[in-house]
């Protein structure tokens, strides 16, 4: 079975850090191009951060950029690296897996893992 697990997620105060780690199984599965997403409550999931097959390209939201990294390994780990958190950056994170890294900035997956949750809150 072809799995996403996330994890990392937890309470944060604005200004913080906090780095999202996302799991793909089995192994040659990391060599598809993966994307972090993000759905706050009452509101649809917008993309977040994007990282090709060999971790040679990236991408970025605008609402992120300069704030978020994303890197890989040449195994099964991807992470989301955050910092100078905002409330507004409160939500449910998920990771996806794409055989086109182009394909993720549109919203559009194959797989899908089930979410971990960040709040950033005094």
């Known amino acids: 079975q072809v799995q996403l697990v996330e994890s990392g997620g937890g309470l944060v105060h604005p200004g913080g850090s906090l780095t999202l780690s996302c799991e793909t199984s089995?192994?040659?599965?990391?060599?598809?191009?993966i994307g972090w997403f993000r759905q706050a409550p009452g509101k649809e999931r917008e993309f977040v951060a994007a990282?090709?097959?060999?971790?040679?390209?990236t991408k970025f939201a605008d609402s992120v950029r300069g704030r978020f990294g994303i890197s890989r390994n040449y195994a099964a780990l991807i992470y989301l690296e955050m910092s100078s958190l905002k409330p507004e950056d409160t939500a449910v994170y998920f990771c996806?897996?794409?055989?086109?890294?182009?394909?993720?900035?549109?919203?559009?997956?194959?797989?899908w893992g089930r979410g971990t949750q960040v709040t950033v809150s005094s």
């Open positions: 996806a897996a794409s055989g086109q890294m182009t394909s993720l900035v549109f919203g559009s997956a194959e797989y």
């Open positions: 990282i090709s097959q060999f971790g040679a390209s």
């Open positions: 089995p192994r040659t599965f990391s060599t598809y191009a």
